[in-house]
C-alpha cells in the first residue's frame, strides 16, 4: 500500500503536466495560427452582406454554386503574403485580370485587418483546416459608411 500511494501521486502529476503541455501547444498555435496559417492564395466560396440603407436594409447574397451567374465573374483570387501585402484579383469569365486590388494586412487578436486605399476594415476571423470566414461592417455600397455588415468564406486556392 505505501507503495501505491507514491505511484499514484506520480501518475497524478504526471498527468497534470501533459495536460499543460497540450494546453500551451493548442494557446501557441492559436496566436501563430491565423497570421501563419493565412499566407498564400485564397479564392471566394460565398459572400452575404446586409446593406443598411435609409428605405429599409437589402441582402447581397452570392453563394458558391451561383458566383459567377451573379457576379459575371470568376471567384476572387487573394493572396496574403509573408511581407503583410495582399492582392485581390478579379477575373473575367474568360480567365482576365479585369481589376487588381491591393494593400497590407495583420492579425490582432481574432481580428483581420486589411488596409486598401488608406481605408481599415476590419474582421472578425475564424480559420478552420482551408476554409476561412470574414464578418465585419465594411462600406459595401460607398455611402461613406462602414455600416454594411460583410460575411464571406474563403477557401485556400
Known amino acids: 500500500m505505501n507503495k501505491i500511494i507514491p505511484l499514484l501521486l506520480f501518475l497524478i502529476v504526471l498527468s497534470s ?5 497540450i494546453g500551451d501547444v493548442k494557446e501557441s498555435e492559436e496566436v501563430l495560427g491565423i497570421s501563419e496559417q493565412l499566407i498564400g492564395k485564397w479564392h471566394n466560396l460565398a459572400i452575404k452582406v446586409v446593406i443598411q440603407a435609409e ?3 437589402s441582402i447581397a447574397l452570392v453563394p458558391y454554386e451561383k458566383w459567377e451567374e451573379i457576379l459575371k465573374i470568376k471567384p476572387i483570387v487573394t493572396s496574403f503574403n509573408d511581407d503583410s501585402t495582399f492582392v485581390s484579383e478579379y477575373i473575367s469569365l474568360d480567365g482576365e485580370v479585369m481589376m487588381t486590388a491591393t494593400g497590407t494586412w495583420f492579425v490582432k487578436g481574432d481580428s483581420l485587418v486589411m488596409t486598401e486605399r488608406g481605408r481599415d476594415n476590419v474582421y472578425f476571423t ?3 483546416y482551408d476554409t476561412i470566414s470574414f464578418t465585419g461592417f465594411i462600406d459595401w455600397d460607398e455611402d461613406g459608411e462602414a455600416d454594411d455588415l460583410y460575411t464571406g468564406t474563403q ?3
Not at 503536466?17 to 503541455?21: I, M
Request: proline letters at 0%; a positive charge.
Open 55 to 57: 428605405h429599409g436594409d
Open 17 to 21: 503536466c501533459e495536460s499543460n503541455k
Open 126 to 128: 475564424t480559420l478552420k
Open 155 to 157: 477557401i485556400r486556392h
